[in-house]
């Protein structure tokens, strides 16, 4: 759980703070942060700041950060307040969520391996990441970045970094942190030059999806475009046909079923080609399930999404194997068949809701429906539980969807109503 977590009513509001006391003072030691020490440290090198000139900039925004507090807080043995964190924040350019999400990966930090060569390191996070291990994928390839860092300056090291960097994006972006995902990708296309047309191409992809799970799908959809172009013209067969998936995605959040159906399609055809990439193959099969479902096509949509849960349960794909699942519940409620739907969204959250790394978004889009259920059955206890526990997940999502925006339009509606009630 984020120890910054959004205002859940709000859904999307300013930052409040959860588990980030005002720890400058005695208590300090007790809530010592090495991870965010470290962030803060490189931030501050970056801007070519010297303590002194954070502590001006500090004072110029009203908040009091002196030499030997910031000096504190770089050495990892103290957290600051959330409003010097917000302080920090307007100083270096970031948000308060990345600060957030910086400290959420300390969790993960028992997990970094003590050894391993770069190429071992790779294979091994590839693996995790695989499995659905995204925080263990991530902290193994911070460790492949740290090797590939002790390396000579040459051009071999630099595409070594930015693979090890692209890696740990995407197990960022899987791990739900969009603020730090998005800042890590700009740095790395910073230097596109330098990279190879495979590593330049998956980054910009990787941006897309980003764009699209913040919920702005025209930038997501140029830039999935750009990512297409690039792939096609590296070759880079496999790019292709993740981008394909990325713009069926677009498609089908922007209602467009009918087009998101075709490049779904056209996703499945190229890896058909390829052979292999069983992760790729399950998830794009999934959509093209959901797809097909929603226009109508339910015997076909439902044997693929069948296929695709008992693909991803063989192989251990656990977020694929529960999205498929909640995919089949909302088949089997288009269908009418209720009992169904509802066994289908226990079984979808039970593969979710793993206490060391859950699937918010997943386990949001189950409430939702149970939620929808209980409104449309006029239940008024079950969709009190289901709203409760909706407002919960909802501070824990950054990623939009349109589930996402149905429930935050009607947090809206009902502030509304409350704001002109007597």
Known sequence: ????????????????????????????????????????????????????????????????????????????????????????????????????????????????????????????????????????????????????????????????????????????????????????????????????????????????YVYREQGDLYLAGVLAHEALELALGAGDVKTQAGVLNTLGNIHHDEGEAERALGYYLRSMEVLDALGGQDKLRTTVTTNLGGCLVELGRFDEGIARLRQAHAKARELGFRRVAALSLTRLSEAFMRRGERDRALQALSESDALASRPDEAYQDILFLNSYHRWQMARQDANPTREKIAFGRLRHLRSLLERRFPEVDEFDRHIERIGRVHAYSP
């Not at 590939?148 to 197990?171: C, F, G, K, V, Y």
């Open 1 to 208: 759980m984020s120890r910054l977590v959004k205002n859940a009513a709000a859904g999307g509001g300013e930052l409040l703070p959860s588990k980030v006391p005002r720890v400058e003072e005695g208590a300090a030691e007790e809530r010592a942060s090495a991870r965010l020490g470290s962030y803060l440290r490189r931030l501050r090198g970056g801007y070519g700041y010297t303590l002194r000139r954070v502590e001006e900039a500090a004072m110029a925004l009203g908040e009091v950060i002196d030499n030997s507090q910031l000096s504190r807080f770089e050495k990892g043995k103290a957290i600051p307040s959330f409003d010097k964190l917000r302080a920090l924040a307007r100083i270096f350019n970031v948000s308060v969520q990345t600060f957030s999400d910086v400290l959420d990966l300390e969790e993960y930090e028992a997990f970094e391996p003590e050894s391993g060569g770069f190429d071992e390191l790779i294979r091994e996070g590839a693996g995790l990441f695989a499995a659905g291990e995204h925080g263990k994928a991530f902290v193994t390839f911070e460790r492949a970045l740290n090797v590939a860092l002790e390396e000579n300056d040459t051009p071999e090291r630099a595409e070594r970094e930015a693979q090890a960097r692209w890696s740990m994006i995407t197990s960022l972006r899987a791990l739900g942190k969009l603020a730090m995902t998005e800042r890590e990708l700009r740095e790395i296309l910073k230097s596109r030059s330098r990279l190879s047309p495979v590593t330049r191409t998956r980054s910009v992809l990787e941006l897309s």
